[in-house]
Structures are given as C-alpha cells and as structure tokens.
DNA sequence: TATTGTTATACTCTATAACTATA
DNA sequence: TATAGTTATAGAGTATAACAATA
C-alpha cells in the first residue's frame, strides 16, 4: 500500500467516506463489547477523569435531555455512576464504574487497533502528514466553530475530594 | 494554516476526531434541509440513479428490516419511490423523488462546501496527499473486509424501461 | 434571572425473529 | 431451498417543551 493515486476520488468525498469507515469500526466493536456506539462514545470520553452533564452536553453535541437517557441507561448498566458536585449542588458528575473503566479502555484499544491495522500500511512521514493535516483540519473546525473535539475544560477550580463515598 | 506539527494527537485519535467532526458537519446540513443524518445518507446515495433494497444495505450497512422502516419514512415524506423490479418480483427498485433529488443535491452539496471550507487552507499538495492517503485506507479496508464504500455494483444486466410507470 | 438537570412526549433508528412471495 | 422484502416487537437515541432546584 502506498496511497499513490486518488482515483477520481475528491477530498470531500474521500473526507465522508472516511467518516463511515471510522464510524463503522466504531460499530463493530461497540458490539463486540456489548455496547451502542453512543456508549463507547460516552464511556471513551469519561476515561481521563469525571465530566459534569454540561461538559458532556458539549462535548457530545446533545440536547441535556438527550444526554440524561444516555446516562440513565449507561448507569442502569453499571457502567457510570452519577456523583453529586460539591461545589455546586445543582450538578453532578459521571463518572466510569470499575466495570464501565476496563469495558471503556478495551473498547478504546480496540477501536485504535483496528484504526492502526488499516494504517500500517502507510509510509512514516504519510502517517505523520495524515495527522498533522487532520490536526489543522480541527484547527480550524474550532477556530471557525469553537467546538471543541476533546474533553471539556474544568469551568472553575477542579473539584477536592468529590469522590469521596 | 499551514498543517505542520500534531500536538500530542495520535494517527488513530485524528482518524476519529476527523469522523466525528464530518459527522457533525452531516448533522448540520441534513438538519438544516429538515432530514435526518440517516435519510441525508440515503438520499445521497440515490442521486446517481435508483438502488434496490438489497444493494442499499449493503450500501448502508443495515439490516434489511432496519431499511424497510427508513424508506418507509422517506417515502411517506415524499423523499423516495419504490418501483417494481421488472426483472425480479421480489425485489423494488427505490428512487429519489423529483422533491427528493433536489433535496439530495443541497445537501450533498452543503456538506461538500462546508468541508471544502474547512479544507481551504490547505496547501494544493497536502490535499492531494490527503486525498491519496485516504484512499489508502478505504482501500485497505475494502481488500481487508470486501466492503465497498460507493455505489453497489448492479448484480445483472441493468433494467431496461424499468421507470416505466 | 440564569443555570443545571430531569420529566413528559413523540419520533426516528436499529436489531431480532417470524413471515410472504418469488426464484 | 434460497433470496427479496415486509411485519411485529422491543429497545435505544434524539429533540422540544415544561418543570424543579439551586446559583
């Protein structure tokens, strides 16, 4: 493999197109582990560390009363818990459960896995062109939008010891 | 922008962001044109002529009940048509309406402009090289797992006068 | 008043299983 | 028997609007 010629494929066609391949391998192993996309989605981004229902809503790009089923159901689940904020107590934050965290990181690795098999084909410095153009891509998608593609910055001064119960 | 360093971002983590990102984009327009993501999808897919149901979930990677209910939907919403298939009984043909084939084409449209945007820095070779690299990956993919991101290929000889109606 | 989150409601999307009709 | 498609059913995802509690 050695991406020679684009054949009368534009970028934006080549951009979707992508898109679905990467959705789809978010599918296949979302169900391998049991999972809907929407809650890999969830648990990949509750890895680094608990997010209040604001942040998520950002994050996920969800109505807050979309994002209240999704919780309901992940935490029906076991996956994540809801854990009152003690600086505000009108929020709370969602957090992985020790089920929700290793079924979260084997779905992660298995995601880039998969991502990685279909890369490996790919020259060093086409590797490193394909992300640094992805990179500025995003660049200026949060220039131009303001959205944000990674977690949600703490809005204040980071909860002490909300974890404690 | 000129796309030089990745901040800390991985190949497989661009890859995702990136496919978010186009969601997000699919999202947008297909909302502003009053359609779902998944029946933005469809529509576009028929721009170029009509596909049966079979083709479709291969197309779209669906179960065939699953698009029995979208064209269901699309047709009740006067987006889509079913046709007799002259040389199978069984099988329809689904075609864009008048109304649906305008829809498609600003959508489709749309999403080519929106992403063309977030593309117009880009220097002319990186694009290239972008577009180049991402037919890589699909075609990995496609030799990998046999799937086919573009118009499925007719199974037989085309229908002749099948519009007839 | 503004913000955080939930509830109520109505659709859409999706899959599994069972079915009909045609090949 | 196999294939093309539908129906029945159940659950998940999503948005809008109205609401409660707290800031």
Known sequence: MVATEAPGLSL?????RL??????????????????PQQAQLLCLLVDGPIGMSGLTRAL????SSLTGLVDRAEKRGLVARVRDARDRRACLIELTGAGAEIAT?????????????AAGLPARQ??????VVGAILAEDAARTGRTWSRPEP????????NGR
């Open 127 to 132: 590797r490193e062109l394909l992300t640094g």
């Open 12 to 16: 934006t066609e080549a951009l979707v």
């Open 61 to 64: 790009h969800l109505e807050k």
């Open 155 to 162: 809005e204040g001064p980071v909860a002490a010891g909300v």
């Open 106 to 118: 084997r779905a992660h690795d298995g995601v880039a896995a998969r991502l990685e098999t279909l």
């Open 19 to 36: 898109a679905h391949l990467v959705q789809q391998v978010y599918g296949d192993v979302s169900r391998e582990h049991d999972l809907t």
